[in-house]
């Protein structure tokens, strides 16, 4: 990504049926900017997502 954004997996994903739940951060190339995200993937009968939702605020992001 041009801002220098890796993303890291912070907990083992969690899958439930048909959904998958997992936290992971963005860090960037400033060091000590971060974002913590919470995703929430759903899927279809044919293993396509079908919906996805990420879960972070301003209390998730430091460093900016």
């Not at 083992?12 to 960037?28: E, K, L, M, N």
Request: hydrophobic share 45%; glycine share 10%.
């Amino acid at each position: 990504m041009q801002t220098g954004a890796k993303l890291h997996l912070d907990e083992p994903v969690r899958v439930a049926g048909d959904t998958a739940a997992f936290a992971f951060h963005v860090s960037f190339a400033k060091p000590g900017m971060r974002v913590d995200v919470i995703d929430l993937f759903q899927f279809g009968e044919d293993g396509k997502v079908v919906s996805m939702k990420a879960f972070f605020g301003p209390t998730n992001m430091t460093g900016f």
